[in-house]
């Protein structure tokens, strides 16, 4: 088995996934493929890698490279987790709306950040897609990059690939919200469906039984309620709980974000996202130096990504549930078709089948649909190089509509544009 890293840079979240797959016994006996740009961080996964394989006695082979077609050769599964231009275009990405009056926390899924990201990855994933399909086309593309709904729907209209993406909000949030509750998560079943970081639990089971009760009981305590203002308002609205953070639900309706007043009620603060990409990350690196140099010892451990557990599943026909990001070929039928929908997907050997989850209830369907609005547009301006389509995604995204008039959207467009036009060579 070969699993080519894509984006291997990223070096914090893939040491998590190396480890993840050679936690499995069955796994270990591969080929990883590191590739990144970026020399620096791509011999610092490599090395902590072969330091991994050297303390436990493994026989994975490691492969380090800055040729992306090399690394993607023979691949059996292909990891994508790339950020185009790095930090620079998404500074940008914050501070142009935010002159506009457009205040975004995260800004790399929605928004004129999240349109803007896409922009800058979709055609390099529709590439990666085009190397597959010439070098490895059986192999499974697992997409970790965001915007992810964009990126899918992106790649999806190759045609040649098969693909999924992933996130980690469903399983995560899952276990957050049995902590609300003080309930023991090893009894807890859920069914959950919608679009990527605005999915929702349908159904919320204790030991076979409705929790939404307790959750309620949850809301309406003052303490647990001040740990997610932003879901919990909205599960009071709509009467379901949304799969991804405070933060980022916060950014993706228009009832949040207008008034800085607002946004100190809800604990929803400006670009805190980049501020982590800043400075975040700088002690972890520093952990991993001292693995490397053997000042500590690896923790050889599984995380709750999904990833491994779809590759193992894949490779030993164990089946494994999860929830991931598929094509809407008739799976909500009261969403989009051809929209990318985040929906519970079995793994086994024969590969990945996405279960069909029929309508959800009309509320949470329209909530999606003015986020697939945006995602549409986005996915056919990166794909034609189109400013128009550009402008009319951003146009349309709910908190962008809510603060700016349409000649002020595009003057921030047109500044954006003007700003990332190194990192956006199809557009004229």
């Not at 480890?19 to 620096?40: A, G, H, N, Q, V």
């Not at 050769?73 to 142009?96: H, L, N, S, T, Y």
């Not at 980690?168 to 679009?195: K, N, P």
């Not at 953070?245 to 603060?269: A, G, L």
């Amino acid at each position: 088995m070969k699993v080519a890293f894509i984006g291997a840079g990223s070096v914090v979240f893939t040491k998590r996934l190396v480890t993840d797959i050679l936690y499995y016994p069955e796994l270990r006996d591969s080929t990883l493929s590191f590739m990144d740009i970026d020399e620096k961080r791509l011999r610092m996964i490599t090395k902590w890698t072969a330091r991994l394989v050297e303390q436990e006695g493994f026989s994975t082979k490691i492969e380090s490279t800055m040729d992306r077609r090399q690394a993607l050769k023979g691949a059996d599964f292909v990891i994508v987790m790339i950020q185009i231009g790095g930090i620079e275009p998404f500074k940008i990405d914050i501070a142009v709306p935010l002159k506009y009056g457009v205040d975004q926390s995260v800004g790399d899924t929605l928004g004129p950040g999240g349109v803007f990201r896409g922009l800058r990855t979709i055609p390099v994933l529709v590439d990666i897609c085009e190397d597959m399909s010439k070098l490895c086309p059986r192999a499974l593309l697992i997409n970790y990059a965001n915007p992810m709904a964009m990126n899918c729907w992106g790649m999806n209209t190759h045609g040649k690939i098969t693909s999924i993406g992933l996130c980690h909000s469903v399983q995560g949030t899952a276990r957050q919200i049995a902590g609300y509750m003080g309930l023991d998560f090893d009894e807890v079943s859920y069914w959950c469906a919608g679009i990527n970081h605005m999915a929702w639990y349908l159904k919320y089971e204790y030991k076979g039984k409705d929790a939404y009760p307790i959750l309620w009981k949850a809301c309406n305590n003052p303490k647990i309620y001040a740990k997610d203002r932003v879901r919990f308002e909205m599960m009071k609205h709509l009467g379901y709980f949304v799969t991804e953070s405070t933060w980022h639900m916060s950014e993706y309706v228009p009832y949040f974000r207008r008034e800085k007043k607002t946004i100190k009620k809800f604990h929803v603060p400006t670009g805190w996202y980049l501020h982590w990409c800043k400075i975040g990350w700088q002690p972890h690196y520093a952990a991993i130096q001292a693995e490397i140099d053997g000042e500590k010892k690896i923790t050889l451990d599984s995380s709750h990504e999904y990833g491994s557990h779809i590759i193992r599943a894949i490779q030993t026909d164990e089946p494994f549930r999860f929830n991931g990001n598929v094509p809407n070929n008739g799976l909500i039928t009261n969403l989009p078709q051809g929209c990318t929908v985040e929906v519970p997907i079995f793994a086994d050997k024969a590969g990945i089948h996405p279960s069909y989850v029929g309508d959800i209830p009309s509320q949470l369907a329209a909530m999606n649909r003015t986020n697939i609005n945006v995602q549409e547009l986005a996915v056919q301006a990166a794909l034609k190089g189109d400013r128009r389509l550009a402008f009319q995604a951003v146009m349309m995204d709910p908190l962008t509509a809510a603060v700016c008039d349409i000649w002020n959207i595009q003057k921030m467009v047109d500044e954006l544009f003007k700003k990332q036009k190194k990192w956006l060579p199809n557009f004229s």
